[in-house]
């Protein structure tokens, strides 16, 4: 690691922190959250859910197991800044081929350590997540809050188009060890899957073809009529960042595609699905994100510890409709964290049952996925 340079976060109330650079150089702007897993920062900074988003860890180390090329849940980091309580000097992890200060530079993202995490993250609970701009070239703060008031708002841009794919593809890859994580159940029909991206993990794509779909991956702005002419026998729906209320053209191709296909849905493909169906959107304040959220499964009254990211969740009166049931809540707050319909094969769950990072309570959903499959069909 490089010799430590001076480095500002500046928030949009006025507030701010200071610290050691890291990374790239430069500034950068994005909507200040935090993550309170304690492992897989790999994994969330690939996370494209995470685009647009200066993301915080809460816990104190970072980076003490590098990087290394198959943990990643993407082709590159999507966050806009990285800020930790301390980078690790040292790597140790024999399958690390790079250190986190080495490629967060490769990829040009700021990181920023040094910083009081716990005041940030307090700040952050009061206060909400709001704008923030990270820099280690200019730190005139009346100056970087001048650009960050004249920044444009994380939930004013439609990310989802910038996560997506840009063409439609096959995918192939699943699982490189003997782990099999969606179910005892032996072998599976094969299906064919239409899955949509809106900015989806690779361990999605892995967990379905461990269930023996044949999947096919279609951009955040595929028309219906795309998904019916190649006939899948089920339609997914992924994880993304940003608003879903900026995704109109993607609430309108659920739409046509409701009743013709089982659907399954996760997160910002929940979130999707419950506005097609009629539903509201509501901005938590400051958002769930980790691998330790505990949520409740109605149907067993099971508790799976789930690993979250969103900032974003559907509005009770979705749930006053007579044909869509709540299937899971979340014991922290009580906010929805999955639905069904009970008229057509449709369900979807706010949290990540494919993890990476965190546990994998909630994989036996993508079995359940499966056995709508083979009932349908």
């Known amino acids: 690691m490089r010799p430590k340079k001076p480095a500002k976060l500046v928030l949009i109330d006025g507030a701010v922190f200071e610290g050691s650079s890291f990374g790239a150089d430069g500034e950068s702007t994005g909507e200040v959250c935090f993550n309170t897993s304690m492992t897989g920062y790999q994994e969330i900074l690939t996370d494209p859910s995470y685009a647009g988003q200066i993301m915080t860890m809460t816990y104190p180390l970072i980076g003490n197991v590098g990087v290394n090329p198959e943990d990643a849940e993407s082709t590159h980091p999507w966050v806009a800044g990285f800020i930790v309580r301390e980078a690790s000097r040292i790597r140790s992890n024999f399958r690390a081929t790079m250190s986190l200060d080495d490629y967060l530079t490769e990829n040009n993202i700021i990181g920023i350590q040094d910083v009081d995490t716990r005041r940030l993250v307090r700040h952050i609970r009061n206060q909400g997540a709001m704008m923030g701009i990270l820099s280690n070239n200019d730190l005139d703060e009346k100056s970087l809050l001048e650009k960050l008031e004249a920044a444009e708002s994380y939930v004013d841009i439609d990310w989802m188009k910038t996560a997506s794919c840009e063409e439609a593809h096959d ?56 998904v019916i002419d190649w006939n899948p026998d089920g339609v997914f729906l992924s994880n993304g960042p940003g608003n879903p209320e900026a995704g109109t053209y993607a609430v309108e191709c659920i739409r046509k595609l409701l009743g013709k296909f089982p659907i399954f849905g996760i997160c910002m493909g929940h979130e999707l699905l419950g506005l097609a169906l009629g539903g509201t959107i509501v901005k938590l304040k400051f958002g769930h994100r980790g691998a330790n959220h505990p949520v409740m499964n109605l149907d067993t009254r099971k508790v799976e510890i789930t690993a979250q990211n969103h900032g974003f969740v559907l509005g009770d009166d979705l749930f006053e409709k007579p044909d869509i049931r709540i299937t899971h809540v979340n014991l922290n707050d009580q906010t929805n964290e999955g639905l069904e319909c009970t008229d057509i094969p449709a369900f979807s769950v706010q949290y990540h049952p494919e993890a990476s990072p965190g546990p994998h309570d909630a994989s036996y959903l993508f079995a359940k996925f499966a056995r709508m499959l083979a009932k349908i069909h």
């Open 171 to 226: 995918w192939t890859d699943g699982f490189t060890s003997a782990f099999s994580p969606a179910g005892p159940e032996g072998t599976w029909q094969s299906r064919r899957v239409a899955a949509i991206d809106f900015g989806m993990k690779r361990n999605i794509l892995r967990y379905l073809t461990e269930v023996n779909c044949s999947v096919r991956v279609f951009p955040a702005t595929v028309e219906a009529q795309d």
